[in-house]
């Protein structure tokens, strides 16, 4: 996933958050609304992601986000986390552009990678193993 669609599944999943009834769905133009970009734009992007299984389009053509979809925001949400503290704490690097950054090498890395890194990070031995030096 670009760090452009990663833009559009979060703003997918504030919008579904927001929502009482989650049943409902997203509407495109609300997405367009969050993200501060044409419909258009919007409906690329979802062709995208839901190509690649992120979210899915219900009965009345709206965004529901799937189980993958959630999986791998939490996936990300903990890399961006872990990669966004590490470059402000040991980089100096203020808050704003280690997001990004964070966001960008998230998005840059294979599945494989990100799951594999993910892993690692939950499992508490990547903060055991800064202690130890």
Request: glycine share 6%; aromatic share 8%; proline share 1%.
């Amino acid at each position: 996933m670009t760090s452009a669609d990663f833009k559009y599944l979060v703003a997918s999943k504030q919008l579904y958050d927001a929502r009482e009834d989650k049943s409902i769905g997203i509407r495109l133009t609300e997405i367009a609304g969050v993200v501060k970009v044409s419909k258009a734009s919007v409906s690329r992007a979802i062709d995208r992601l839901e190509k690649g299984g992120y979210i899915r389009k219900n009965d009345r053509n709206k965004i529901v986000i799937t189980e993958y979809g959630f999986a791998q925001l939490a996936e990300y949400r903990i890399m961006i986390e872990w990669l966004c503290s590490h470059l402000q704490y040991h980089c100096n690097i203020p808050e704003e552009i280690a997001r990004i950054d964070g966001i960008n090498a998230a998005c840059a890395m294979s599945d494989e990678s990100r799951h594999g890194l993910a892993e690692f990070i939950k499992s508490g031995k990547a903060d055991r193993r800064k202690e130890e030096q």
